[in-house]
Each structure stands twice: as C-alpha cells, then as structure tokens.
C-alpha cells in the first residue's frame, strides 16, 4: 500500500504531428527519488530535469516510433520503499530506464533490486563510493566519487603552492571523510606535505576541533564535509588565529555557505559538480530553453536532464525499446554528451574521465575559477 501511495506517474507532455500522439508507444524513464519530508526540494528538482529533459526530446526531435515519458517514484527516505519502488517499475512495460535515488542510503538500498530486474540505473548526484564498490554492472554514476572528487581537488587547488602544510579536516558522518582521505592521497603523491583529521560529529566543540587542528601548524585547511557541520570549525579557526588558506568540499556549494562563512571562507576554492553552464559554447540554446521550463537551474535539475539525456541516447544508438537493450547499450561503451559534461565509464560505472568544477568564496556568491581537468567543455 505504501509502495502504490508512494508513485506519482507524470505522462509526457509530447509535442508532434496532430492525431498521432494516442497511435505511438511510450518508452518510459522511471525516476525514484525522495518527493516527501524534508529532502523533497531536491528530488523533485530532479524530476523538472528529467522532466525537461523528456520535452525537450518530444518537442524537438519530432518522434515516428514512439513518445518519451517519466514515472516519478517517491522512495520517501524509506531504504525499503527505495527498493520496492524498482520492483513497481519492473511491473510497468513501458518503463526500460531508471534514475536514482537522492542520497547513499537510498540509492545503496535499491542497488540490488535495480540488478534483479535487469534496469540500467543512472545515479545523478550521489557520490559516496560504495554506490560503485558492489560489483554491479547495471549502475552508471554521473559525479565523479568521494575520493576522486578529493583527489582532483588537491591537484587543482595546491597546484603552483610552495611549502603546503595541509590538513584535510572531515567528520565521522556520512559524508567528508572518503573526500578528506583523497586529498591526502593525491597531496602526498605530489610530494606535499598532508594529514586528515577525523572528528566525532556528536561530541565535538568547534573551539577545540581549531586548537587541534592548529597544534598541526597548517598553512592549508581542507574543509571535506557540510557546511552545517564544518562551517563552525572554520569560524573558530579564524578566531583562534589561523591566518592560512581553505580549501572546501562540495558540501559547502550552497547558499547557506554564502550567507553565514562568506567572510570566513573569502577567496577559499569550492569544489562542485556542476560545471558554469553559461560556460559551455555547445549548450547555449539548450540552457535557454531548459531555463524556461524550471526557471532556475539547479545542480540536481541539471543533473536530472542529463541522466535522462544519457538515457535517452543511449537507446537511440541501438534502437533499443525494452530495458535489457537499454542495458547492453550502456554496457557496450562509447560516449555520450550530455548538458553537464561527456561521459563514458569504467567497468565500476563511475565516470572514465571524472572532473569537478572549482569556484572561489566571495559575498556576492561563487565564482567561477577553473576546473581541475581542462578539457575545452568550458571556456
């Protein structure tokens, strides 16, 4: 009863030749994310990217064998309904892709039901890495992991820099540390000198956590974690003296990191995902009308329109119209250009050429600074 509560299906809003919408099949995307409770903004910012994403395809490549549509899961933060909703999807024909979930738990709760039922899953925005660590090969992740993302970030921000003493500081929750031990890695490998610490999130005082952090003499503080819970540490820093560098995660890419620790944080680079879209010469047109439909773009609606571009063309290279050819599509390789970068992937899923985007701390938001891979997506 839950499950059947929990699906919202959304028909596609297909524009093509009068009278012949009711005659043409529809391949369905089926997108299981949070669409309750406190997190449903940002699933349901993925759903208008999908969304977006579907009409752009119906409204401009004028279909003769079938519509695109979306079926909206809500797995409502519940690790069980996120797996049950894959099978409620299996059970509708139309559906021959997913995209999911919103965060590690939800999307490592369906991972196994998503492999029983044959569906290749796009995962748009979680980047934990065990989401990829469990062997299955029907799972294709658009941000770059955990400690990939750490590790091109210390290439990216260190580089240039003499004499780094940095410390890499993250939580014990569900997310920083595995960010935290890839910039480590990578500052090491380049001969830096680099150490993390990792505090308990329930028990520490931000005064304290600074005077630990400070008895290790850094000149360079990575932040790898949230703003809510890392913000604290780096105000108490500055309070107790530290006149160094930071350096920040993605989890600071908001505008509570603005509006409370843009003094604290002025000129500290900020990792994110989500590369400067009014940066991208191939993607003018494409914004514009994308901007259109939602407004205002986001990092989850943007990353919801390119899973379901990803999807989209991944069928079309094959014909494909159920979802074990969608699947052998996906597993079969190449490349595919989407609104936030081009992909192909490692026999894991995630991303062969993984890059994040780096903005620089100031009042009046972020700005853009540099990737840490130059490819040319971007000017």
Do not use: C
Not at 51 to 79: C, K, T, Y
């Amino acid at each position: 009863a839950a499950t059947a509560a929990g699906s919202l299906t959304r028909p596609a809003r297909a524009q093509i030749f009068p009278g012949q919408q009711q005659f043409l099949p529809q391949l369905t995307i089926a997108v299981n994310v949070t669409l309750s409770g406190p997190l449903q903004k940002y699933g349901q910012e993925v759903v208008k990217g999908v969304q977006a994403a579907v009409d752009e395809q119906n409204r401009f490549n004028a279909p003769i064998s079938h519509v695109w549509g979306l079926r909206s899961l809500d797995d409502r933060n519940d690790p069980a309904l996120a797996g049950a909703n894959a099978n409620v999807a299996a059970a509708d024909f139309n559906v021959i892709g997913m995209i999911g979930n919103l965060t590690a738990p939800m999307t490592l709760a369906a991972l196994s039901r998503y492999a029983n039922v044959g569906f290749a899953v796009i995962v748009p925005t979680v980047t934990a890495d065990a989401v990829t660590k469990r062997g299955f090969h029907n799972v294709y992740r658009l941000p770059a992991k955990d400690s990939t993302a750490g590790r091109l970030f210390a290439s990216a921000a260190l580089e240039g820099k003499r004499g780094v003493n940095a410390v890499a500081v993250s939580f014990d929750g569900d997310y920083g540390s595995d960010v935290a031990s890839g910039f480590v890695d990578r500052a090491k490998t380049e001969h830096r000198a680099a150490q993390s610490l990792l505090f308990p999130l329930r028990s520490t005082d931000p005064a304290e956590a600074a005077h630990t952090i400070l008895d290790r003499s850094p000149n360079y503080v990575f932040l790898a974690g949230k703003t809510t819970e890392l913000g604290p540490i780096a105000q108490a820093l500055r309070v107790a003296g530290y006149t160094g560098e930071f350096g920040v995660s993605d989890g600071f890419y908001n505008s509570d990191t603005i509006a409370t620790y843009a003094k604290t944080l002025d000129g500290a680079y900020v990792a994110s995902p989500m590369p400067p879209i009014d940066r991208i010469p191939s993607a003018v047109q494409l914004v514009t009308d994308f901007e259109r439909e939602v407004s205002q773009i986001t990092t989850q609606s943007a990353f919801g329109y390119a899973a379901a571009q990803l999807l989209i063309a991944a069928a079309h290279r094959n014909n494909a119209t159920n979802r074990q050819s969608l699947l052998f599509s996906l597993q079969s390789g190449g490349t595919f250009t989407t609104l936030v970068g081009q992909f192909s992937f490692n026999i894991s899923g995630d991303p062969l050429i993984p890059n994040i985007y780096l903005y620089t701390v100031s009042s009046d938001g972020f700005k853009f600074a540099r990737p840490a891979i130059r490819t040319g997506f971007v000017f």
